[in-house]
């Protein structure tokens, strides 16, 4: 069993798609390497958020924009789509909230940093559309903590692998780089949970954030991913990571390449952590 069902209506030999991200992969992150002390030198820190100067011991994200990443860690959320709720309400995995009808994600549980609202919004921004690779490192530390308070507290199951949501390669081309896969790298580094590259993106859609409803997103994606069968996966507890959820279209259509696989290949649970998700909730009032 060389590929899964998208792979075969697609025509394309996963093999091949592989080793072009592989390549791809190798050749961005020396250039990264090389240019990296560079642009230390030529670009003075400052906060990526605020644009403020910082000191060396800040590293590029100020303390005040770092408090309001803690505060956001400790919004109360629906662990079943990633919704802000209130602070003596308890939806989960087993009690849906209301924004759920909406957001489908078809995983067991996600984690999140916060919400798309700043500071994050304007750091996810930049990763992306600025290009700015670095930035994975200052926030990945951010989703490492989210993942851990969850698992450690015994809300979720263990961390047995992280798993990049995919970009086809002709985005990651004039891109330079996938953000989720420099983020799931990052925790790795610091958890050593291993990064799983098996995720592919087998054609190529139109940005998410220029889709407007939830079933145009998923209508964008349909078919867009596909897995190589690994004998890692099987009866493991593998947890998906990306830089947004708006209306968890993109999660939905990666799990579900999950489960096209063969049974003897299937994990037995697909999670998510993302940075931020989309939410028009209104914010918690603190508890005093």
Not at 150 to 158: N, V
Not at 196 to 216: D, F, G, K, V
Request: with cysteine; proline share 7%; charged share 20%.
């Amino acid at each position: 069993m060389t590929s899964c069902a998208s792979s075969e209506k697609s025509g394309r030999n996963p093999k091949v798609d592989l080793s072009w991200g592989v390549a791809l992969r190798h050749a961005s992150r020396w250039t990264r390497t090389i240019a990296s002390p560079l642009t230390s030198l030529l670009f003075p820190a400052s906060c990526w958020a605020t644009g403020q100067p910082t000191s060396t011991a800040e590293g590029g994200l100020s303390h005040e924009t770092r408090e309001e990443i803690a505060r956001q860690m400790l919004w109360p959320y629906c662990r079943a789509c990633g919704a802000t709720t209130g602070h003596y309400t308890d939806y989960g995995l087993h009690n849906p909230c209301p924004a759920c009808a909406d957001r489908q994600l078809g995983v067991a549980s996600i984690v999140r940093v916060g919400t798309f609202s700043p500071p994050l919004d304007t750091l996810v921004h930049t990763l992306k559309f600025g290009r700015r690779w670095e930035l994975a490192r200052l926030l990945a530390p951010f989703l490492f903590q989210a993942i851990s308070m969850q698992t450690r507290d015994g809300q979720d199951p263990p961390v047995d692998a992280l798993v990049p949501v995919a970009l086809h390669w002709q985005r990651r081309l004039s891109r330079g780089f996938n953000q989720s896969e420099e983020l799931s790298r990052e925790v790795t580094r610091l958890s050593k949970w291993p990064t799983l590259n098996i995720l592919r993106r087998i054609r190529p859609t139109h940005e998410q954030s220029l889709t407007q409803s939830r079933a145009q997103r998923l209508e964008n994606l349909q078919g867009a991913f596909a897995c190589l069968p690994d004998e890692r996966l099987a009866g493991k507890h593998i947890w998906l990571v990306d830089d947004v959820s708006t209306t968890g279209a993109t999660l939905h259509a990666a799990a579900a390449a999950f489960r096209r696989l063969p049974r003897n290949y299937r994990p037995a649970g697909i999670h998510a952590a993302v940075l931020c998700v989309t939410d028009k909730t209104p914010v918690p009032l603190p508890t005093k």
